[in-house]
């Protein structure tokens, strides 16, 4: 039951801007998410029917999962007082 993480040029600038321990922590926990899209911890965000948070200590990577093609899109990685801004 593998999935495809996608990243996009914004998120992957979002992550390099990053400490490299910070960003090591951040791609870890996402290299995880391939097996288990939600695991423990992980919230599934109100008023969304597909996006979830991961938390990695004051950060927060928002993703959507898409169970019918079996890929998980990463929509933001960014400071907790950021992340849901509009």
Not at 48 to 69: A, P
């Amino acid at each position: 039951m593998s999935y495809n993480i996608i990243i996009s040029k914004s998120v992957q600038k979002q992550i390099d801007s990053l400490s490299d321990e910070l960003r090591i922590r951040i791609l870890e926990k996402v290299k995880k998410l391939k097996e288990e899209p939600r695991p423990q911890g992980v919230i599934k965000l109100k008023g969304y029917t597909k996006e979830y948070r991961l938390r990695i200590g004051n950060y927060r990577v928002r993703y959507e999962i898409d169970d019918s093609n079996k890929t998980i899109l990463l929509l933001q990685c960014k400071h907790r007082s950021e992340v849901y801004r509009t």
